[in-house]
C-alpha cells in the first residue's frame, strides 16, 4: 500500500475546493503596490532609502513626467542631510528642525509614492524601478 503524505492529502482537498481557487486568484489578481511609509525606519536608514529612489527616479523614463516631484524629493533630501549633519557635530539626535526636516522628507515620499503607483497603474516593473519598496 502506498503512502501518500499529509501534505499530499491536504493539497489535493484544497484544490477541490472553489472557494481556495476564488482565494487563489483574487491573491494573483491583486495589482502590484509598493510601501510609501518609512516613518519606522532611523535617520541614517531613511538617508539611503531616500537617496535610493531619488537615483532610480531621476532620468526615470517610465516616471517622466514626475520630475518635478523627484527635484522636490532631492531638496527636501538635501535639508535633512544638512539638519543632520550639523546634529551630529553637536551630540544630538532630539531638535526640533531634525524632526521638521524628517517630517518634511516622509512626506515628500509618500506623495512621490502616491504619485508613482497611479503612473504605473499596477505595472510591477515600473514600480520595481521607482526605487521604492514593494508592498507585501
Known sequence: MQRISLKT???KKISNCPL???FL???MMKPAKITTSYSSLNDANLEKKALLILSSMTG???FSELQD???LLAES???FTETRN???GYMSTIDADNRASRQDLLSCIKKLGLLVTTTATGDESKLLSSGFTMAA
Open 69 to 71: 516631484g523627484v527635484s
Open 60 to 62: 526615470n523614463s517610465s
Open 9 to 11: 492529502r491536504l493539497i
Open 20 to 22: 481556495t481557487t476564488k
Open 77 to 79: 533630501i538635501k535639508r
Open 86 to 88: 550639523v546634529l551630529m
Open 25 to 27: 486568484l483574487k491573491i
